[in-house]
């Protein structure tokens, strides 16, 4: 139980060909937060960038980034705030949230960490009007303090299905870890439903 209120300030800009599917153009949101009491008594800020290229007709080539962190200003960051690495979000051929800073006794429990980054290199090629073969690598990692970019490596690389369906499209991939901190599950096979 607990309450989260917070203030946001971001900047967002859009210069995507389409807002679905893009296949060109370039995305980005920057922002800085802060708790306003509750249990949510820390600031943030961070910023994501997703690049779109064109290669040959109508392949696609996305490169994406993203970066945040999170300090406390009393106590600690509560665990909701904490961030977490692994799944169909962030790096594909880990279980989701199961990547990060870990407490370790009668077992290994991810407890998240202050600082998160990773990235996404994905190119598809469409194999009828809305489906789409992809390859990707993703690669991140986090950090148990504020700035602390340090964390333990994971990196993936896979494939798989883009269905463009139109208001729920679906994104099917096989993936396997190329690094791993021998502490997070994989996960070979991720199901999302969604653009990012």
């Keep these: 139980?607990?309450?989260?209120?917070?203030?946001?300030?971001?900047?967002?800009?859009?210069?995507?060909?389409?807002?679905?599917?893009?296949?060109?153009?370039?995305?980005?949101?920057?922002?800085?937060?802060?708790?306003?009491?509750?249990?949510?008594?820390?600031?943030?800020?961070?910023?994501?960038?997703?690049?779109?290229?064109?290669?040959?007709?109508?392949?696609?080539?996305?490169?994406?980034?993203?970066?945040?962190?999170?300090?406390?200003?009393?106590?600690?960051?509560?665990?909701?705030?904490?961030?977490?690495?692994?799944?169909?979000?962030?790096?594909?051929?880990?279980?989701?949230?199961?990547?990060?800073?870990k407490a370790r006794g009668s077992g290994v429990v991810p407890v998240g960490g202050q600082t998160l980054w990773c990235g996404t290199l994905e190119y598809s090629i469409p194999l009828a009007s809305a489906v789409s073969f992809a390859v990707f690598t993703d690669i991140g990692s986090v950090g148990e303090d504020f700035f602390d970019v340090g964390g333990d490596l994971l990196w993936s690389a896979g494939c798989g299905l883009r269905l463009n369906l139109p208001g729920f499209p679906i994104r099917l991939d096989f993936a396997k870890p190329i690094t791993n901190d021998d502490d997070t599950e994989e996960e070979t096979f991720t199901f999302w439903i969604g653009i990012d």
Aim: glycine share 14%; aromatic share 18%.
């Design 1 to 101: 139980d607990g309450i989260n209120s917070k203030l946001r300030f971001f900047w967002q800009e859009d210069h995507r060909d389409r807002p679905l599917f893009p296949t060109a153009g370039w995305s980005s949101l920057a922002y800085v937060e802060v708790g306003l009491g509750g249990d949510a008594k820390d600031y943030g800020l961070g910023f994501n960038v997703t690049k779109y290229f064109n290669p040959w007709k109508d392949h696609v080539l996305m490169a994406r980034f993203r970066f945040d962190t999170i300090e406390a200003y009393s106590g600690d960051v509560p665990m909701f705030d904490r961030f977490f690495i692994g799944g169909g979000r962030t790096v594909r051929g880990f279980e989701f949230r199961e990547g990060g800073p």
